[in-house]
């Protein structure tokens, strides 16, 4: 079975300050790790995916198979990262298919 | 602009009463999701189509039909609702084969209250 969990469902920072938003998963294969947002009043959409390697808006996230940790970073924050964020796992070794995500952590960066 | 586009965005049934939801694409994607997602729950897979091909999740109530009639739409439909099917209701899109690992396109949702 495969599992993702975000241990903090509410994350207030201030701008400026840096953000680290947990994920660990549980999957007993090669997993596919995503982070997936959204903001206020829009539709949820992808962030960045582990195999990417990328920055997406200062974010990063790097994939620790040891510790099955999947973190999302910004060093500074700015007030317009303020949203709902997702981690989200798939299993399974194909290029499509089942998402299953964390229960969301909602990120407040106060000005 | 392309796009995973609900209808209706808010929807009213009565407990028991059928109801319809449902999501079109113009992406051109051959696999489509959906997703229900509880008040302060994560979304939850429900059942996808890849092309014609129906794959159910095992957990998934057989209240909960869907149908595929072209690419393009995709239904949800809820034969019996009960009041615990209350929920939104997200579409998702994805395309099989991408040389970068799968994105899925999500639509804006529909909010469904049984009455």
């Known amino acids: ?15 400026g300050a840096p953000v680290e938003l947990k994920c660990n998963y549980s999957y007993s294969g090669s997993p596919e790790l ?13 962030l960045l995916r582990h195999i990417s390697r990328e920055s997406i ?10 510790e099955t940790s999947f973190h999302l970073k910004k060093p500074f924050a700015q007030e317009e990262d303020s949203a709902m964020y997702y981690c989200a796992l798939k299993g399974g070794g194909t290029s499509y298919g089942k998402l299953t995500f964390g ?4 990120l407040t960066v106060h000005p | 602009d392309a796009m995973v586009i609900q209808n209706p965005r808010y929807q009213v049934t009565q407990f028991g009463k059928p109801v319809t939801l449902s999501c079109s694409q113009t992406l051109n994607h051959n696999v489509m ?18 092309d014609k091909d129906f794959n159910n999740e095992a957990d998934t109530p057989d ?6 009639p072209n690419t393009s739409f995709c239904f949800l439909d809820i034969r019996s609702p009960g009041l615990g099917d209350a929920a939104m209701y997200l579409c998702a899109t994805s395309r099989d084969g991408a040389v970068d690992y799968n994105e899925q396109f999500f639509g804006p949702g529909t909010r469904l209250t049984v009455l």
């Open chain 1, 103 to 106: 229960q969301g952590t909602i």
């Open chain 1, 1 to 15: 079975a495969q599992r993702v969990t975000q241990p903090e469902k509410l994350l207030s920072v201030f701008k």
């Open chain 1, 34 to 46: 995503f982070w997936y947002v959204q903001y206020s009043r829009q539709r949820l959409q992808l």
């Open chain 2, 33 to 50: 999701y959906w997703y229900q997602q509880k008040s302060s729950q994560a979304p939850k897979l429900l059942f996808h189509y890849y």
């Open chain 2, 63 to 68: 209240n909960f039909q869907s149908r595929r």
């Open chain 1, 57 to 66: 808006k200062g974010f990063t996230a790097d994939l620790n198979k040891g």
